[in-house]
């Protein structure tokens, strides 16, 4: 079959009768309902391609401001509240609009076709590019994004680094060591961790550079000390609970991020332990709830600002074209040392 001059102005029912489908469906097709068999889909999508139609909300006489996806699926944290602050600033600078999204539903991850239809319809709403903010993105998602060449950005990515992304993140191992270093000139020898899950990139960095600083100073782990759970205030509570009621409780505990050292500190102050004098602890991000914590928070000052305006810059550099100078962008940390951590306790 030839395609239709491009003078002609290709309607829907056009495409509906080429295909041998109703009006109803090729609409359905085009806004992404899951109620069309695959085969119906990839024969409309195939006849639209070969007409040449453009939708109505795609003509080029209503031009559609570009947009940035960011992909979340937790905003209430301060973590993801100071990062997501920066992104709207630097997109409303550059004049672009954001779009707020859940991680694709796990269906979309195992279908190829699916995840196209996801992809296309993120291009439908004008995005040129997409920031995905500590979630882990399905294989099929990513590679459907690369087809359709729209440039993907990860803060803080769940799983290992992709070659087909680029990555966003800070000296984790380094900042991570320097809270154990800083515990160690204390005097402190049994110093717990309490993490994330290993399967983020984050959380694997930090605990590997808590383990650094514990083989630098000739320290044996103790693994009856070491937890790997949820960044969340309860992981926190609950561990540090369980800690300080062994029968050789730490002196000292590094914890993943500033959540779960809040979650230690509520657990020390239930069993009136005191901080520091009975127990020094110190988190990792530097969120503004770090300072009013009491007493105030010892944490790894991560460059949440930092990271947000250079995701925006990143992704708007690639949709022009630019190739990223690396695949794996880092931000320097800092610790933060306030009055959550001190001396080890006298005997």
């Known amino acids: 079959m030839s395609r239709q001059p491009r003078t002609e102005k290709i309607t829907l029912a056009d495409v509906a009768l ?11 097709v085009l806004n992404g309902r899951n109620d069309v068999a695959a085969s119906t889909r990839e024969h409309v999508m195939d006849i639209v391609a070969e007409l040449g139609y453009q939708p109505t909300t795609q003509r080029q006489d209503r031009p559609r401001k570009p947009a940035i996806v960011v ?8 973590y993801a509240g100071t990062v997501l602050q920066e992104i709207l600033a630097a997109a409303t600078e550059a004049a672009t609009d954001l779009l707020l999204r859940l991680p694709p539903h796990p269906s979309v991850g ?39 060449r729209l440039p993907v950005v990860m803060i803080d990515p769940i799983g290992m680094a992709d070659s087909r992304v680029v990555t966003i993140g800070a000296t984790n191992w ?27 990139a984050p959380s694997a960095e930090r605990f590997h550079g808590y383990r650094a600083a514990l083989d630098a100073a000739a320290l044996e782990p103790d693994p009856a000390l070491i937890r790997h759970d949820a960044f969340t205030v309860e992981a926190g509570f609950r561990h540090g609970r369980e800690l300080l009621s062994i029968e050789e409780p730490p002196t000292a505990v590094v914890a993943g991020n500033d959540e779960i050292a809040i979650g230690v500190l509520a657990a020390a102050k239930e069993l009136g332990v005191e901080v520091p004098g009975g127990l020094s602890v110190t988190g990792c991000d530097d969120t503004p709830q770090a300072e009013w914590t009491a007493p105030g928070l010892t944490s790894v000052r991560q460059p949440l600002a930092g990271m947000g305006r250079m995701a925006v810059d990143t992704v ?26 001190g001396p080890v306790p006298e005997d």
């Open 110 to 148: 195992a279908s190829p076709e699916a995840a196209r239809e996801w992809i296309a319809q993120q291009r439908a709403s004008g995005a040129i590019g997409m920031v995905e903010l500590a979630v882990a993105s399905p294989g099929a998602v990513l590679n459907a994004a690369n087809e359709a």
């Open 174 to 200: 380094a900042g991570a060591r320097s809270a154990a270093d800083h515990l160690i000139r204390f005097g402190h020898r049994r110093i717990g961790w309490i993490g994330g899950p290993l399967s983020s």
């Open 71 to 78: 992909v979340l699926d937790f905003v209430a944290s301060p």
């Open 316 to 341: 708007l550099a690639m949709a022009k074209g630019s190739r990223p100078a690396s695949r794996h962008l880092q931000l320097a940390t800092a610790l933060t040392v306030r009055d959550s951590t």
């Open 18 to 28: 080429r295909a041998g489908v109703s009006p109803a469906t090729v609409s359905k």
